[in-house]
């Protein structure tokens, strides 16, 4: 089981105060954020992808690659790339170089996103949301496992005899994970690849988390790829912890009052009833966090979101210590006793390159226009 965190780099207003973070404030934050993760022994850290005010994070390979130039074990991730406005040759390419500087600590997970004018920002209709979706991931699915690739698709210009560099590193593409919130059509998508299925697990019922989930359990197995109950799936969340329960919600109130997605809407009390939301002790955080599994099953990663909402700095470090330090440590032991031993770990660069036979040196040198051979082979 994997744990972690994911951000959205939103830059809000903190409340209690009226003080807004810089850009550059709220950049440096979420890396300090993910520096802390890793003190405190947390596994993943992810960045969203936006394009838009109020949200910094619109090259996530550039903060992770900084990031993992500035730690050891830390897996980094994306909580969204955008499978539909970014090219998958960029994406190829981009997450490709990065799996490379971090020796292999690097996944990702694609998604549409939640901002509809991105579309023609990029060149593109978001009539065609889903089958962008589809089409971009087909290519970019074949250019990390094909050294040269002929593709013609219906919304991108094809390609002839195209090769993506560099190549996946030990001949293995990172790990990639379909999130949604809402489509079956990206639930069928991942049970067809074999891939992950991340549900962020923020603003919806469990019943309707369930049921997404469910349905790409299902279609896992009609693919081949395993038992229902071996299909990788992955879970967010939000957290505010205080020793005291009285304390958080007391703390955390003004914040979810005025958070720009869900602020002015239903009261902190219904949020934290009807969704995943929990604002409390570290124990009431565990026992909510494991009850997740009894509407999802065994799952390989949980992912929480503790840094939106204008929260100062100072507090998301605090709430990463009592994660690191009170509840981590429980859940992992919890959860780990109660998955079956037939049920896969979360993937990892090592065990995908166990899976493959081994690493692989898959470098592709250049053709001679005249030979049409490697140039060693003309020596």
């Known amino acids: 089981m994997q744990f972690g965190v994911f951000t959205v780099g939103d830059v809000t207003v903190d409340p209690t105060n009226g003080r807004e973070p810089t850009e550059r404030e709220r950049i440096k934050a979420m890396v300090a954020i993910a520096l802390k993760a890793e003190e405190v022994g947390l596994d993943v850290f992810a960045t969203g992808e936006h394009h838009n005010p109020p949200f910094v994070p619109s090259s996530p390979t550039t903060m992770l690659g900084y990031i993992a130039a500035r730690t050891e074990r830390l897996l980094l991730s994306t909580a969204t790339t955008l499978i539909t406005t970014n090219d998958p040759v960029k994406i190829a390419e981009d997450y490709a170089m990065l799996q490379h500087l971090a020796d292999g ?38 250019l990390w496992r094909e050294d040269v690739v002929d593709w013609k698709g219906r919304l991108r210009t094809p390609l002839q005899s195209f090769t993506s560099t560099p190549r996946p590193l030990d001949g293995v593409p990172p790990f990639v994970w379909h999130g949604s919130i809402r489509s079956p059509e990206i639930a069928e998508q991942a049970a067809y690849y074999g891939d992950g299925f991340f549900h962020n697990h923020i603003f919806w019922p469990k019943e309707h988390t369930q049921r997404l989930v469910s349905l790409y359990r299902q279609r896992f197995e009609h693919y081949g790829h395993g038992s229902a109950d071996q299909a990788i799936v992955g879970l967010g969340g939000q957290v505010f912890m205080r020793k005291n329960s ?59 979101l503790i840094d939106h909402a204008g929260l100062p700095l100072k507090t998301v470090l605090e709430q990463l210590d009592i994660l690191g330090e009170e509840v981590i440590p429980v859940l992992r032991k919890e959860f780990d006793s109660l998955r079956p031993a037939h049920v896969p770990e ?13 690493a692989k040196d898959t470098t592709v040198h250049a053709v001679d226009d005249v030979t049409g051979k490697a140039p060693e082979a003309n020596r």
């Open 105 to 142: 600590r690097v996944d990702l997970m694609m998604g549409r996103g939640n901002t509809g004018p991105v579309y023609p920002w990029f060149g593109q209709d978001i009539r065609n949301g889903i089958p962008l979706a589809i089409e971009h991931y087909d290519l970019l699915h074949r």
């Open 246 to 304: 009285q304390d958080a919600v007391r703390e955390f109130r003004p914040y979810f009052d005025n958070a720009p997605v869900y602020g002015h809407g239903p009261s902190l009390e219904d949020f934290t009833k009807e969704t995943p939301l929990t604002v409390g002790s570290p124990q009431q955080v565990i026992d909510r966090t494991l009850s997740f599994r009894d509407y999802v099953g065994d799952y390989q990663r949980q992912l929480f």
């Open 346 to 358: 979360a993937p990892t660069h090592a065990s995908l390159v166990a899976k493959a036979g081994g």
